[in-house]
Each structure stands twice: as structure tokens, then as C-alpha cells.
């Protein structure tokens, strides 16, 4: 009975300890933290994403449901968390940190996904120059100029209006860009092919352009 009485007591005070946890105020932005002062505001969608969350660090009430914000893996929880939602995680920032395009995200390596941007296919690998040295043996091919490549591209070349249907798209992939300068994040370009050519698209930027040969070369095995 002892141990019953005590087993009850320890859950008790679990769940006030828990209770007792970093809240959050809202704003009519995002939210502030209240030990910090810092507020968060979200990316811009289509855009940036987290790698993978941590633990809670903060929860918000929004109307009548609480949110779990949390860390990040590999970034400070001062300049970045995430949240869940219907399985996927979402990014915060601070309203202090400015928001990196894909050429001041300065992209190195990248995890190519299939045309819904759910199941991983292939890789762009880093350079060698990136890579730990106990790792150096699994690299085959540093491809850290395709990525380079595609942000380039994507700052630097002519927008262009492409009038397509998702059913007329053909091959089309998702490049989830990495930086070292953002390990715990990832940046969405998308490559698609329509009507004999092919495109890169950045959403965040609201931005579509011709896609380089060596790009296309890469993915599909042949130029445009």
C-alpha cells in the first residue's frame, strides 16, 4: 500500500513539475519567450526546415490547445526552433535573425527526394573538404559544386513563367539543400521537367528558372 501511495505521489509531482515548465506568450506574430524576451516569428513557407527536432523547449497556448515548441539539432534554440504538425516539423526563428536565401544559406551537399518530397533517393554528396575524417571512405564523388550550382542559379538566373499542370510535370524531384553554416537546417529547391525542358523552382522566392545542363546530367542523363 506503501508503495502505491508513494508510486502515486511521484506521478503527482511529475505532472506539476511538468506544469511548471517555460511558457510562451503570444504575439501577433508568433510568440515570445518569457525568460529570454525573444520573440519567434515563422519562415517563410516552402522554404527553410528543420533536420530534426530536439526536446520541448518552450509551450505556447494558442486558444484552447497547447503547442510544443522544440530545439533543434545543431542550432541554438536562441535563433531557432521547430514545431510539429500533422507529422511534419516546421520552422521558427527569431525575429532577430534574418531569414538566409538559398545563396546566403550557402549550400554543400543535399538529400534528393521523390516527386511528393516524402522518400529519400539520392544524394548530392559534400566535398571531401566537409566531410569527418572517418567518413572520408564512404565518399565516392564530392558534389558540392551541384549544389553551389543551383543556388547560383536560382539568384542569378532569368525568372521564367512556366503554365503547367501537375499532371504534365515530368520528373520532378525535391532537393533538400544542406549548409554547414546551418547544420541543424535544410533549404527546398524543386526540379521538374515540362515540355522538353527543365526547371528549378524556389517557392520560397516565388521563383522558377532554366535548370543547368550539368543539373540535368546529374538527374535525368542527358541535356536539354
Known sequence: MRIRIIAICLVICTLLLASCGNRGEMTESGFTDPKTGIEYVSVTPMGL???????VFITVREGEANTEYFSVEFEDPSRF???ESEGY??????????EPNVKEFNPIA???YN?????RIDNFFADSEYIPDAQEDDLTVGETALCQLIADSIMNGEAVEVPVQYD??????????????????????????????????DDAMGKT???????????????A
Open 81 to 83: 526552433l521547430c514545431y
Open 209 to 223: 528558372v532554366y535548370c543547368p545542363n550539368d543539373i540535368i546530367i546529374r538527374m535525368v542523363g542527358s541535356n
Open 49 to 55: 526546415y528543420p533536420v530534426a527536432p530536439e526536446e
Open 168 to 201: 504534365d510535370i515530368q520528373s520532378h524531384f525535391y532537393f533538400r539543400l544542406l549548409s554547414q553554416d546551418y547544420p541543424g537546417l535544410y533549404y527546398i529547391v524543386s526540379f521538374f521537367g515540362y515540355n522538353g525542358r527543365y526547371f528549378l523552382r
Open 89 to 98: 516539423y516546421f520552422l521558427m526563428r527569431a525575429k532577430t535573425v534574418d
Open 115 to 119: 516527386s511528393t518530397n516524402t522518400v
Open 110 to 112: 543535399a538529400f534528393i
